[in-house]
Structures are given as structure tokens and as C-alpha cells.
């Protein structure tokens, strides 16, 4: 995701109500209407579910199809952040439109906050399908990519499979390239290949629609970002087509090593970040500290930077990480993630103590940036 979201959004979540106690407000949706009443009765109760940060079984909400496709088939849930439900960024949201078709009915929904000066926040607007069961005619939600099959195309290669808008051209250069990289890494770090559903837009208006919204906080950020969800086994990005791997190896070395200070920061050292390789990363940074004379990298780990393409402590670590690599290798990295803290690997690596950690950065930046020089 794009470095200024995080920020933005720490900001946010601050001005955000209590979500503890959900209530739902009704604006425009006809409940004299049987099937609009039931429909609604139907997503207040899903949404009811995620109190006090609880999750739901999604087997008794969604589509026998959907929870076959993936253990989360709610593709709104984590659509801001991969640890906390969109559903909770609001304590009223409002159904505000509701429209009945032959097969289900459509449910548009505003989650929002607001400041004590009646400034509104809004988070998502989201689309709910709610179909009834033709033997039990009781009420399921059915996804974006279910009910609109014909809108979006399916893709298999190796270990991945891609999902994604029908009007996409499938780039398989760009996915050869992806896994033969992918391949290589599996074979230096000992990984079986993991199976990957990969969806995929070329921008964030289209994925925001594949997910099931019209609108989701952030979506006006066009620089190439993911999420991704190891635990259920696949990723969302837009920008980079067949080939982030950034977020594919989210997939390996999240679970292999969910401890480590350095793992986001070995991703980044591998795969890059923002539709960038690593070596631009570290140009970047080296113009940042000239630009930003007064930095000081002693305390690296809690620095937020100026530029909203650049996250400082990814970014020192991937260098850590790449000049560890240089001296031992794969051996080296797989050693660097066993380090409980940042500290930890800086004393035992290079020696070095707090008091001279913003030089020895400074000097390596320079000396890493001038080789790697667009």
C-alpha cells in the first residue's frame, strides 16, 4: 500500500466513533418491500457480527461458490486494513439504496465518521447481493466476481491463479518473468511453491469495484500498491499487473517467519515496493537524507517520512538486509530473520552501538546509491 496511506490512516482511526455497539440507519431503502425488508434485516444482522472486533461464520452469510473460492469471501472485509474490518470504521452506517432484480437485491451501504465539527469521513460505500436459496429461500450475500462472472476472466500459471477484469489483456511475458524469479527464491530458501489467488486490476478504481465498492478510503492513491492475506491465501493489487511479487512473497515469508523485525523489509529488498525495484528505493532515500539534512536514522525504526513513496524503516532495513546478502548470502538473510529486534541484529551483524548508527547509515546510503545510480 501506498507509505502515506499508513499515516493517514493512524490519523484517521483517531476521529473514528467507538465501533463496540453497531446500529444501522435506513435512508432511501423501501422496507415495505418484502424482499428489500428481508435483504436489509439480512446484512444489518452480518454486519451486527463484526461487534467488538468478532468475526462471523461466513458459511452461514455467503455463497456455497464464494467460500469455496476462499476462506474469506467477503472481499470488503479487509479492504483498508488487512488487520482490522472496514465494517468497523463506522458505528452507523446507512443503507441508502436498495434495488430488487429477479435474482437478488442490490444494497448500496455508507460507512463514515465525523469530527466534532460535523466534518464527514467517509470510509467505504459498498455493494451487497443478497440472492435467496432456491430450496430454503433463505437469504445469501454473492460477490462481485460471482454475480458478474462474465465481467472478470480466470488465469492459471504455476502456483498463481490470477482473477481479473475481462478487459485485460493477459501479459504472460510479465508473469513468466514474476515466477521464474518466484522459482528461484523457493529453491534458495527450501519453500514448496504456495498457491495464490491473485486479484488484479490495472488501477484502484477497478479493483475497488472487483472487491464490491464504488468508493473505499485511499482509492484516489494511483501509485502501484497490494494486500495481502497469507492466512487465506491471496492477494489484492493494482498497477503492476501479473508481476508484483512484492506481495507474493507476503505469502511465503510471512508465515515462515511472522516474528521478524526484518521480514516486510526482506519482501522489499526482494520484491521492491510502489511499482519500484529495490535499487530505486535506495536512490530515493539518498536524496531524501540530502534533501532532509537534519535526519537522524539512530532512531530509524520510528521515523515517518516526508515522502509519501518512501518508508524509512523498510527501507534501512532492506540495506541491512542487502549488505548481508553481499557477505553470506541466503545463509546470512535466513540468520537476520531469527533476530528478535532491530537491535539485536545491528550489534551481532556490525557492531554497532546506538551513537554511531545515523553515520554508518549516512555513509552506506551514499556508497549503495551512487553504485546503483539511475
Known amino acids: 500500500m501506498p507509505i502515506g496511506f499508513f499515516a493517514i ?33 439480512f446484512l444489518v444482522s452480518y454486519l451486527k457480527e463484526f461487534n467488538d472486533r468478532k468475526l462471523p461464520d461466513y458459511s452461514r452469510y455467503w455463497s456455497k461458490e464464494d467460500c469455496k473460492r476462499s476462506t474469506l469471501p467477503d472481499n470488503i472485509v479487509y479492504s483498508i486494513s488487512d488487520d482490522y474490518p472496514t465494517y468497523q470504521f463506522c458505528k452507523t452506517p446507512t443503507i441508502f439504496y436498495a434495488l430488487p432484480y429477479d435474482d437478488y437485491v442490490h444494497l448500496k451501504t455508507l460507512f463514515y465518521n465525523y469530527d466534532s465539527s460535523g466534518k464527514v469521513f467517509p470510509w467505504a460505500i459498498t455493494n451487497h447481493y443478497v440472492a435467496l436459496d432456491g430450496h430454503t429461500s433463505k437469504p445469501y450475500f454473492i460477490s462481485e466476481l460471482e454475480l458478474k462472472k462474465k ?156 515522502d509519501k513513496m518512501l518508508h524509512i524503516s523498510h527501507t534501512v532495513n532492506g540495506l541491512l538486509l542487502k549488505m548481508i546478502d553481499k557477505k553470506d548470502g541466503v545463509a546470512g538473510l535466513k540468520r537476520a530473520l531469527t533476530y528478535a529486534t532491530t537491535d539485536e541484529l545491528l550489534k551481532k551483524e556490525f557492531g554497532l552501538e546506538p551513537k554511531d548508527l545515523n553515520e554508518f547509515l549516512r555513509k552506506e546510503f551514499g556508497k549503495y546509491a551512487s553504485n546503483t545510480a539511475e
Open 151 to 306: 465481467n472478470y476472466k480466470t488465469v492459471r500459471k504455476r502456483n498463481i491463479i490470477y482473477h481479473f477484469p475481462a478487459l485485460h489483456r493477459f501479459d504472460r511475458r510479465v508473469s513468466k518473468t514474476m515466477l521464474k524469479r518466484l522459482e528461484q527464491i523457493e529453491q534458495d530458501w527450501g519453500f514448496k511453491p504456495v498457491p495464490v489467488h491473485y486479484y488484479f486490476a490495472d488501477n484502484p478504481q477497478q479493483l475497488t469495484a472487483m472487491r464490491g465498492m464504488d468508493y473505499v478510503f485511499a482509492m484516489d492513491e494511483m501509485a502501484p500498491n497490494g494486500i495481502s492475506y497469507p492466512q487465506h491465501g491471496m492477494i489484492f493489487s493494482q498497477g503492476m499487473g501479473e508481476g508484483y511479487l512484492h506481495e507474493v512473497l507476503h505469502m511465503y515469508f510471512n508465515p515462515a517467519y511472522p516474528k521478524s523485525p526484518m521480514t516486510h523489509a526482506l519482501v522489499y529488498y526482494y520484491g521492491g515496493g510502489i511499482g519500484h525495484d529495490f535499487d530505486w528505493i535506495i536512490n530515493r532515500m539518498a536524496r531524501y537524507l540530502t534533501a532532509y539534512p537534519d535526519t537522524d536514522l539512530t532512531n530509524y525504526v520510528e521515523l515517518r517520512s516526508k
Open 9 to 41: 490512516l493512524i490519523f484517521m482511526l483517531a476521529l473514528a466513533q467507538p465501533a463496540h455497539a453497531q446500529y444501522v440507519e435506513l435512508v432511501g431503502a423501501d422496507t415495505s418491500d418484502k424482499r428489500i425488508k428481508a435483504a436489509t434485516n
